[in-house]
């Protein structure tokens, strides 16, 4: 019985050859996108799971319930995490981390790495696998390092690293002997914490002068709790800690007029799930994915499966129309409901799994290109692993069901003796068919409207004044093997000259992203007039403003003319004087702290994006300091040779540091990582919504096909009775147009939606305009049109005299 289903299965899908080839085409596109969108979705959803005990370890964030807003700090003060350790027998292990960079020396030879400096309880808290050393001991010495891999193997080579002795500090200043007592393995793709080496957070420059300092916020913090406490009640368990050590920062939130939250909490000390950081964009300085990102590339994925879906149960409803005499006649031989159900079905899943062989060899073949554009990490070995396997699987059998399940129910329905008759008993197969057309064209809409509106945003964001120049200018990243200052001033000296260079300038703090991938905030808070400050604290060198384009409002640059310009002089921006409740700043003096130095204003400037373009430009407070080191040196070119001006400076950056490698690249390439997101998002749209229209388009045909078979004998009897080519035309498709125009009436209000919460995100968002949806309406008919049309003109031009023969 089961050789003979397989014969029949494969007569009939011979026989239907170009159905079946479009069902499998279909399904094909739609597991191989859908398999790399869940994958992708997978593998965000996946960061710092493998933790063990992962369930214990939270990061500690600051809770402000400021009048204005309520906010999210995740910097916390150096003596919190031993002040926790020593007052909650609840933490079983604490450790800070906090970035940084370090030369690394061995043998004479030169290596610039990313040290964080962390707690000895680090490798208690995290799980990461560990190759050579004791977890529990490792870094108990303030002189002990554990390295990666990689690191061990581009330091040591072939060499044992564990028990040799390595420096770490900058070329020509102070240096430190560390001991390597451990060897970590490849971070996962999927860990939020990666770094070359760790070593103890004591030996962090200003740590003595911070670690009883509860107002200097500077790294991250992260407690594993004993098993079974629960979050919540050692959250409320902290009360009395916030109150202990934060009382000014509760005394200065009630005077400005400060409320408790629905918990009571003016400031609180509170706990963020390891399996939810990645997603928490607010304590974690503005890193992490957005979950928004990961529900459109869930919500697309079904989308195409679904249309995918929808195409083979229209088709297969509509192929169920000549197959109803052969259910008759195996109904009257005896066969049962479920037996012709497993019949049906199983021909289905054969047609299925031809479509989903023919994903995965797509799939193959364009992972490269996927990742390339999507930025992704996806593998062959990531994807076949037995939980993606079980996933991919899933997809298959869920697909199986769902658009053979029904068709097969259906046909199995069947009454035997109506059928023999040439009476089928499907009841209004139109509506049906109707329907999952509507919804096709739905998705279709949806998806083009989303597509239409994010770009939009993304050229929004991009023609948004940053508050500085970006073009014309190249940014170099210092790096850990000379000082930023004295290269800064030999370039200025061996530049000055150049007619294609403007100006040169230097900072603490990269604009964008570099290809060093490095960033690094520095952010104080103090009180001017009972007023509570917060506001960037950014080092630069001169000319830093002529450099970037940036325009004086009032007051003056800093000049080197000005000795006194290096001494407790700064220069703000319009939100900070706002902030500061000056209109008139220039001139003014305020303390960062009561035994600090008196701070006084010499020039404002507008505001302008420092770390995003998404939010409102922050209060930026920018001071020079001979003694602090520079770590991006910006370089302002003329427009009519950049390429030959980025050639000149490789060239002098030889000579200056040839010690260290030149990665030097044009401000502009740096902040289009701000709209990394975004594109990848507007890319997804666009290839989902290319991806839904054409298999709409593909099911659309083969149900116009099929109808227009089936009216094969009215359209000759219309011709006949002098039907024009046009009139026919319209009549055919007149009907499939108004279903593309209630699919359009159905997707706007819920593309308006959508796309209004995703604008909320953002400070700076466009207005979703009524044109959008009327263009996308018209493009949707167009579309329908030109897919129905050829089948429509053709059958219109047929002989009535062919069609009629058999009358």
Same mark, same amino acid.
């Given at each position: ?16 050859? +170009? ?6 085409? +279909? ?178 420059? +200003? ?171 996806? /593998? ?24 053979? #399940? ?35 064209? /739905? ?40 000082? #930023? ?47 509570? $400050? ?80 998404? /939010? ?41 540091a040839p010690q260290a490698e030149f990665t030097g690249t044009f401000l502009d390439e740096n902040t289009d990582g701000w709209y990394r ?66 699919? $359009?009436?159905?997707? /706007? ?31 949707? $008919? ?26």
């Amino acid at each position: 019985m089961i050789r003979n289903y397989l014969k029949i299965a494969f007569r009939n899908i011979w026989k239907s050859k +170009g159905y079946a080839f479009i069902n499998i085409i +279909g399904l094909s596109v739609a597991f191989c996108i859908s398999v790399f969108l869940f994958m992708t979705a997978y593998f965000q959803m996946s960061f710092d799971n493998f933790h063990q005990d992962g369930d214990r370890i939270f990061q500690t964030y600051l809770f402000s319930n400021d009048p204005d807003k309520a906010g999210r700090s995740g910097s916390m003060p150096m003596p919190l995490t031993p002040a926790l350790k020593a007052e909650y027998p609840e933490v079983e292990a604490a450790t800070r981390l906090m970035n940084g960079s370090s030369l690394v020396e061995y043998k004479g030879k030169y290596f610039d790495k990313q040290v964080m400096l962390v707690d000895a309880d680090f490798l208690r808290v995290f799980s990461f696998s560990m190759l050579e050393g004791n977890r529990q001991s490792a870094l108990n010495g303030l002189s002990d390092i554990v390295i990666s891999l990689p690191m061990a193997k581009a330091v040591f080579g072939s060499e044992d690293p564990v028990g040799k002795q390595i420096q770490l500090g900058a070329d020509g200043g102070s240096k430190k002997t560390y001991l390597v007592t451990g060897v970590l393995n490849d971070f996962p793709d999927n860990s939020s914490i990666k770094s070359d080496a760790f070593i103890r957070v004591e030996n962090h420059g +200003g740590y003595h002068r911070e670690k009883d300092q509860w107002d200097a916020m500077s790294h991250k913090a992260f407690v594993k709790l004993k098993p079974n406490v629960n979050q919540l009640t050692f959250e409320n368990r902290l009360k009395s800690f916030s109150a202990k050590y934060f009382s000014d920062n509760i005394t200065k939130l009630k005077k400005n007029g400060a409320k408790p939250d629905e918990r009571g909490d003016l400031f609180a000390v509170r706990l963020q799930k390891l399996a939810n950081l990645h997603f928490d964009r607010e304590i974690s300085g503005g890193n992490g994915s957005s979950m928004a990102v990961v529900y459109s590339i869930l919500g697309i994925a079904f989308f195409i499966l679904l249309i995918a879906c929808i195409n083979f149960i229209n088709l297969t409803v509509a192929r169920s129309f000549t197959r109803a005499r052969e259910v008759g006649v195996r109904k009257s031989l005896g066969a049962l409901k479920n037996q012709l159900f497993v019949q049906i079905w199983g021909e289905a899943a054969m047609i299925c799994f031809g479509g989903f062989v023919v994903g995965l060899l797509l799939a193959y073949v364009l992972l490269p290109q996927f990742n390339a554009t999507f930025q992704g990490k996806l /593998t062959l070995d990531y994807i076949f692993q037995p939980d993606r396997v079980g996933i991919i699987l899933g997809l298959f059998l869920l697909v199986t069901l769902i658009a053979g #399940g029904y068709p097969a129910w259906q046909m199995s329905k069947f009454n035997a003796v109506e059928v023999l008759k040439g009476k089928i008993t499907l009841s209004r197969p139109g509506i049906l068919r109707n329907s999952l057309i509507v919804t096709q064209f /739905t998705l279709s809409s949806l998806l083009i409207c989303c597509t239409v509106i994010a770009i939009q945003q993304i050229k929004h964001l991009r023609t948004q004044p940053l508050g500085f120049t970006k073009e014309e200018v190249i940014s170099i990243p210092v790096g850990n093997k000379v000082n #930023g200052q004295q290269v800064l001033q030999r370039m200025r000296n061996l530049l000055h000259d150049d007619p294609n260079i403007i100006s040169l300038s230097g900072s603490a703090v990269n604009l964008g992203m570099g290809k060093d991938r490095s960033s690094s905030r520095s952010v104080i808070g103090f009180v001017y007039k009972d007023r509570e $400050i917060s506001t960037d604290w950014l080092h630069i060198d001169y000319d830093y403003l002529k450099t970037l384009g940036i325009k004086l409002l009032d007051g003056r640059e800093f000049d080197s003319a000005y000795p006194t310009d290096s001494l407790n002089r700064v220069v703000i921006t319009e939100s900070m004087a706002k902030m500061i409740g000056e209109k008139e700043p220039v001139g003014k003096f305020f303390e960062t702290d009561t035994a600090g130095a008196k701070y006084q204003i010499i020039g404002l400037v507008p505001d302008f994006n420092l770390y995003s373009s998404k /939010t409102d430009k922050k209060p930026v407070t920018m001071f020079i300091a001979p003694s602090s080191p520079i770590s991006y040196i910006f370089v302002r070119v003329t427009p009519q040779r950049l390429a030959g001006a980025m050639d000149k400076i490789t060239n002098v950056w030889k000579e200056v540091a040839p010690q260290a490698e030149f990665t030097g690249t044009f401000l502009d390439e740096n902040t289009d990582g701000w709209y990394r997101d975004e594109e990848k998002l507007s890319q997804m749209f666009s290839l989902a919504s290319g991806i839904a229209v054409l298999l709409s388009c593909l099911g659309l045909f083969a149900v116009a096909l099929m109808v227009i078979e089936q009216r094969t004998k009215e359209i000759g009897v219309r011709k006949v009775l002098g039907a024009s080519v046009g009139g026919i035309v319209f009549t055919l498709s007149q009907d499939f147009v108004k279903m593309v125009i209630l699919s $359009i009436i159905i997707a /706007t209000p819920l593309a308006w939606f959508a796309m209004q919460k995703w604008l909320d995100n953002y400070s700076y968002r466009i207005e979703i305009s009524v044109w959008v949806f009327i263009l996308v309406g018209l493009s949707a $008919i167009l579309i329908a049109l030109a897919t129905v049309s050829f089948q429509s003109i053709k059958a219109a031009l047929m002989n009535p005299v062919k069609s009629l023969r058999s009358e």
